[in-house]
């Protein structure tokens, strides 16, 4: 996947064109309430995946109970900004290979929900560009986990008046706190929240990346069903 930064703007887009098969996690169940959890070599984050997204959901445990993501890489990292996994390319990488555009050949139909956004912690799935993916359908298996930042009430409404994105009360206390990535919000789907380990985020988020944000040291993944 590539990130482009321009000033306070971020995009998240897949460098791959060629998610067109039909969403194959239809069976995967309807868990509620269903917690995972990532671990890593910074420690574990226990992770609330949201019961108003069920496409994203189901797919995501799917995926967990499938073993998909085990041996996987946190192979996109930027402080202030995200950390990005679940590339199956990444299991087996060399150390100079370009990650971030395998798949597992099939999309998510996008499922925003007033209220899920983009705070410190949120899950939300990576997708191709608008350009060729203007229904902005989810990737099949990678996601990225927020740390962004604080953002001051006159920034909050700069991306408001810039964007077009109205938000609560709620949403303005939240990233005038504990911070986000406001600008992706109506753009990405949100599907769950790191309830416990926000501090493992911060751990990655913060580790040193060579070009194209990759750690200089593999940071590895296993994820398993609470």
Not at 6 to 18: D, E, Q, V, Y
Not at 153 to 176: D, V
Request: aromatic share 8%; with cysteine; proline share 6%.
């Amino acid at each position: 996947m590539n990130i482009f930064r321009k000033g306070a703007a971020l995009a998240i887009a897949l460098t791959t064109l060629n998610f067109t098969t039909p969403m194959q996690a239809q069976n995967a169940g309807t868990e509620k309430g269903q917690k995972v959890i990532i671990h890593t070599a910074y420690g574990d984050m226990t992770v609330k995946l949201y019961d108003q997204t069920p496409q994203h959901r189901d797919n995501f445990i799917k995926l967990v109970k499938e073993k998909q993501y085990d041996s996987t890489l946190f192979h996109r990292v930027i402080k202030d900004f995200m950390i990005q996994g679940g590339d199956p390319e990444s299991k087996n990488a060399s150390p100079d290979q370009m990650l971030g555009s395998g798949d597992l050949g099939y999309t998510i139909p996008a499922e925003f929900v007033p209220g899920l956004f983009h705070k410190k912690g949120a899950l939300a799935a990576a997708r191709t560009g608008d350009q060729v993916n203007p229904e902005k359908r989810s990737s099949s298996c990678q996601f990225y986990i927020v740390q962004g930042k604080v953002w001051s009430p006159q920034e909050l409404q700069m991306i408001s008046m810039r964007y077009g994105i109205q938000f609560s009360p709620e949403q303005a206390q939240i990233y005038t706190t504990l911070g986000g990535t406001p600008f992706l919000d109506t753009q990405y789907t949100v599907f769950g929240e790191v309830i416990d380990g926000l501090d493992v985020i911060d751990k990655i988020a913060s580790q040193p990346t060579r070009p194209g944000d990759r750690p200089v040291e593999d940071i590895r993944m296993t994820i398993t069903l609470e």
